[in-house]
T-cell receptor, first 115, second 111 residues
């Protein structure tokens, strides 16, 4: 089983609908992230969380909200989806700062299409 | 975090070394250089990181110039499976500073 699991993997929805992308991890990491990737572009940070009580905005948080339900779960919501939110979304985790390599571990991605 | 500059794309013959450059002229003393790669639309994968000294692991080597303003990721014997987008990122290791990914270098390994 993957260490970082995203659901759904693919979703097609209509403008104005509420969408939730879920992420769960088995790595025991405190830090979790949501990134967005558009075709031909790099990843852009949406939100990140250092623990259950900590939520921080990234580069492009407008139109998104997040919930850290538990250490292992971090959900991304689009309250009212719009077509320009069509993208590939990645969840990632990282261990405590200064521990190990400090690398990010990514999920397999959730492809969202908003019609 | 310091900004990085990478070529948009590169080609490499299969079996040859792939040398991917990265400029980070504004890097601070406490910032590490990280390399990730993304194969097709999969989640990015960590390759290697370093501060001052050259580093090598089972995937690649990282060469950092003495002034730390640039670095090169070396894949010693490129295979077709190394075709991917490679991201160079600089960030402080012991802080909460985040990883900001640019557009990276699209490496194509040619048979």
């Amino acid at each position: 089983d993957a260490d970082v699991t995203q659901t759904p993997r693919n979703r097609i929805t209509k403008t104005g609908k509420r969408i939730m992308l879920e992420c769960s991890q088995t790595k025991g990491h405190d830090r979790m992230y949501w990134y967005r990737q558009d075709p031909g572009l790099g990843l852009r940070l949406i939100y990140y969380s250092f623990d259950v009580k900590d939520i921080n905005k990234g580069e492009i948080s407008d139109g998104y909200s997040v919930s850290r339900q538990a250490q292992a779960k971090f959900s991304l919501s689009l309250e009212s989806a719009i077509p320009n939110q069509t993208a590939l979304y990645f969840c990632a985790t990282r261990g405590e700062a200064g521990v190990g390599t400090g690398e990010l571990f990514f999920g397999e991605g959730s492809r969202l299409t908003v019609l | 975090d310091a900004k990085t500059t990478q070529p948009t794309s590169m080609d490499c013959a299969e079996g040859r070394a792939a040398n991917l450059p990265c400029n980070h002229s504004t890097i601070s003393g406490n910032e590490y250089v990280y390399w990730y790669r993304q194969i097709h639309s999969q989640g990015p994968q960590y390759i290697i990181h370093g501060l001052k000294n050259n580093e090598t692991n089972e995937m690649a080597s990282l060469i950092i110039t003495e002034d730390r303003k640039s670095s090169t990721l070396i894949l010693p014997h490129a295979t077709l499976r190394d075709t991917a987008v490679y991201y160079c990122i600089v960030r402080a290791f012991h802080t909460g500073n985040q990883f900001y990914f640019g557009t990276g270098t699209s490496l194509t390994v040619i048979p």
